[in-house]
Structures are given as C-alpha cells and as structure tokens.
C-alpha cells in the first residue's frame, strides 16, 4: 500500500506531471524533503514512497499505486536513492 508516502503539491498550481521517489534500503523518506523541496516550487508534484520494511527491492511496482490514487496525473518520472534508483530503473 501506498498509504505511507509523502505528498509535496506546487503551490496555487495544478501539477503538470509527477516524480515518484522511491527510497534507499533502511531510509525514511522525510529524509528526502530537503533535497525534493524545490520540485514542487517547478510545478511538479512529488510522492515519495515508504516501502514495506524499507527496502524497495520488495516493491518494485510500489508506482502502481500512486498512478491508480492520482489520476489526474498523466505524465510521471520515477526517480530513487541507492537501492531506490535500481527499482525506479527497474519500474521504468
């Protein structure tokens, strides 16, 4: 379940696409706020994922999700930290 995420919304703007982060092994994603907060200031939305024991390796399909409760959401990029990045690769 995508029920553990982080949704970061430009601000007074629809979205114009979406970057889905998946994290690295043994990483909480509030973690990854610093880094992510400028791409809701470019008219991005941003979900960062909490995977099942923290690992993504054990879900590498976690976007699914996020694509299926957000719609209105047409264009998305996958992007991760270690470990996350080979499952963004993978997923992508």
Known sequence: SCAGRINALPAGATPRAGLILYPGANCDIRGYAPVLREVPAQ???V???SMPFDF???APDAADEVG?????IDDWMAAGHPSGGAMAGYYA
Do not use: E
């Open 43 to 45: 008219g991005y939305l």
């Open 47 to 49: 979900v960062a994922i």
């Open 56 to 58: 993504s390796l054990v």
């Open 68 to 72: 299926a409760a957000l719609p209105d």
